[in-house]
């Protein structure tokens, strides 16, 4: 009996082992799908990953916003299309910094600039006063300037073909520092010395009184004449004389 008992326990040792390795070695045993071993690639793929790109997305919008934010100082940079003056109405009376100015829509920062070059013309007109002006300065300045008108006005005297009529437009800015030489360059146009922002004058009287020679343009085989009336406009935001007339031939 003995020797029976001894193959019972044989064979049970070699069931156990086989179980053992079923348990360890087979594909197909589902102790082998609970105890397989995930990798940390697979697991950084699945939950991870996503985890990652929403913290990257949720830090992505925290950044533009706070770099996009405008400073407090200025309301609202883009301009309004019905008026036109808000881009100009917040940045005025304020000191901007880099970064506001950076902050700033192209439209505002245009107009900001814009108000800048008129505020600069001003201080440069505000600083030539009537009491900084001599009497003597002003007469230089005013025939420094009928020197300078004739030939200035007679490069714009070039062949179109409104010139047959007579109706060919010219315009040119000369630059005045102070209405004191206004008031002298006019004096004969406007004697009583009057405040203007706009002067209408004949051709005739313009060349007589104000530049005090004739102005012709030469071109081949006939010579062009200022027609009609003369506009005359103090600009005095930007320190310049326009003036603006017709020339062509005399019909």
Not at 9 to 38: C, F, N, Q, W
Not at 50 to 68: G, L, P, Q, V, Y
Not at 112 to 140: G, M, P, Y
Request: net charge neutral.
């Amino acid at each position: 009996m003995p020797p029976k008992r001894k193959t019972q326990e044989s064979t049970s040792s070699e069931e156990d082992y086989d179980d053992e390795e079923d348990i360890i070695l087979t594909p197909s045993s589902p102790a082998t799908k609970k105890l397989k071993p995930t990798s940390d690639e697979d697991d950084y793929s699945e939950e991870d990953e996503k985890t990652t790109r929403e913290r990257d997305i949720a830090f992505a919008r925290f950044s533009s916003k706070k770099k996009n934010a405008p400073a407090a100082i200025i309301k609202d940079p883009t301009p309004s299309k019905r008026t036109g003056r808000q881009a100009d109405a917040t940045t005025e009376k304020t000191l901007l910094t880099a970064s506001d100015l950076q902050s700033l829509s192209h439209e505002a920062l245009i107009a900001h600039i814009l108000r800048l070059q008129i505020e600069l013309a001003a201080a440069r007109n505000s600083t030539t006063t009537t009491a900084s002006l001599s009497a003597t300065d002003v007469a230089k300045k005013v025939s420094a300037l009928r020197d300078l008108m004739p030939k200035a006005l007679r490069k714009h005297l070039i062949w179109k073909p409104a010139c047959k009529t007579g109706r060919a437009r010219f315009t040119h800015d000369f630059a005045v520092s102070s209405p004191l030489i206004l008031d002298v360059l006019f004096e004969k146009a406007n004697p009583a010395k009057k405040a203007w922002k706009m002067k209408k004058i004949s051709a005739d009287q313009f060349q007589n009184d104000i530049v005090g020679e004739m102005v012709e343009g030469r071109v081949r085989y006939d010579v062009l004449y200022l027609t009609g009336d003369v506009t005359c406009r103090w600009v005095e935001e930007e320190g310049v004389l326009r003036v603006a007339g017709f020339y062509g031939k005399i019909v």
